[in-house]
C-alpha cells in the first residue's frame, strides 16, 4: 500500500501519533535529508510505501 505525501499526516494519526507530519514538513525534511524514506513520484506527487514509513519510524524511536 503506497502513502500520498498529504496522506503522511492521516497514516501517522492512524497509528497513534497524533502529531504526524504536514505535506510542507515532509518536503522540508527530505530536502535537509531528515526524512530519508524511499518514494516513487509520479509526476510532482511522491508516494511512500506504508512499511518503509513505519521502518523509518521505528529508526527514529531507536535513537530518542
Known amino acids: ?3 500520498h505525501i498529504r496522506q503522511v499526516k492521516t497514516f ?3 497509528i497513534g501519533i497524533p502529531r504526524g507530519f504536514e505535506q510542507g514538513t515532509v518536503n522540508r525534511k527530505i530536502k535537509r535529508g531528515e526524512f530519508d524514506v524511499p518514494y516513487i513520484k509520479i509526476g510532482l506527487d ?3 510505501k506504508d512499511s518503509d514509513i513505519l521502518k523509518w519510524l521505528e529508526e527514529q524511536s531507536k535513537d530518542g
Do not use: L
Request: glycine share 0%; charged share 20%.
Open 1 to 3: 500500500m503506497f502513502v
Open 12 to 14: 501517522m494519526k492512524n
Open 46 to 48: 511522491r508516494y511512500f
